[in-house]
């Protein structure tokens, strides 16, 4: 994330997680863990909508969400989501790896298929100085 940070000059980070956002916990957790330079906000996928409709265009912004569903239901209340770059996902049940460090469930590719046929460029790009690797490139 810092390293991505620093390619995008950013200076916020917005973390779209239903779950997360209800729990003062993990949020608390999430902003410590962050660099003491960003500001970090973790909402809803409603809050989020208008968090984005409303951010700054001088502002630079990282929006990071656990799985590829957040951003289809973003793009389904509006949201213009030009690209989208898949980073690690991690082993879990039901998760087969396709690309190094990715591994998606079935259900999470096509997702990935159905936000990339709405128009959005979706591509596989883990470290900024790595090839991207567009998802058409990727088999399940």
């Not at 239903?18 to 909402?43: C, H, W």
């Not at 502002?59 to 239901?73: D, N, Y």
């Not at 770059?85 to 039901?94: F, T």
């Not at 298929?113 to 088999?139: C, H, M, W």
């Amino acid at each position: 994330m810092t390293a991505w940070s620093k390619i995008y000059k950013t200076n916020r980070i917005l973390v779209i997680d239903d779950e997360t956002a209800g729990n003062d916990f993990l949020i608390q957790v999430m902003k410590m863990a962050a660099p003491s330079e960003y500001r970090v906000e973790i909402v809803t996928t409603e809050k989020a909508v208008e968090w984005i409709a409303n951010d700054p265009p001088d502002k630079k912004t990282m929006v990071l969400v656990k799985g590829p569903e957040t951003i289809r239901r973003l793009i389904e209340l509006g949201v213009s989501v030009p690209e989208l770059n898949v980073g690690n996902m991690g082993a879990a049940a039901g998760r087969k790896t396709v690309f190094r460090s990715l591994q998606l469930s079935k259900k999470e590719y096509d997702t990935l298929r159905e936000i990339q046929e709405k128009g959005t460029r979706v591509y596989i790009q883990i470290f900024p100085d790595a090839k991207s690797v567009e998802l058409d490139k990727i088999k399940y």
